[in-house]
């Protein structure tokens, strides 16, 4: 079954930089968009980042220039390059991915189970 694991997250310094992955396995037929998410306590969870298979990318307005996204289609992972961190940046941070699971069609959302990182003042 499909399956998305992240990695990456942790503890850094006001002003460090993080990378963040998310890997696919369980043999999916076709991986179309994939993003990032987050959520902070006690509020609703965002969108931080997606791209398209073709690379077309999507950034909330407030963290372009500091957060990239990127994918590697033949490793069925996506990126996520955090460089300037904030404090406001706490968060879990989550993977998604539409995904077609076989050949007779259709696409559903996957989620990770998320990775916490923490910006210390």
């Known amino acids: 079954q499909v399956r998305l694991v992240e990695s990456g997250g942790g503890l850094v310094e006001a002003g460090g930089s993080l990378r963040l992955s998310c890997a696919v396995s369980?043999?999916?037929?076709?991986?179309?968009?994939m993003g990032w998410y987050r959520q902070a306590p006690g509020k609703q969870r965002e969108l931080v980042a997606r791209i398209t298979r073709e690379g077309i990318i999507n950034y909330q307005d407030s963290l372009e220039g500091r957060f990239t996204i990127s994918r590697d289609n033949a490793k069925s992972t996506v990126y996520l390059q955090m460089d300037s961190l904030r404090p406001e940046d706490t968060a879990v941070y989550y993977c998604t991915a539409l995904i077609t699971y076989s050949g007779a069609g259709g696409a559903d959302d996957y989620w990770g189970q998320g990775t916490q990182v923490t910006v210390l003042s």
């Open positions: 369980g043999s999916p037929f076709s991986i179309h968009r």
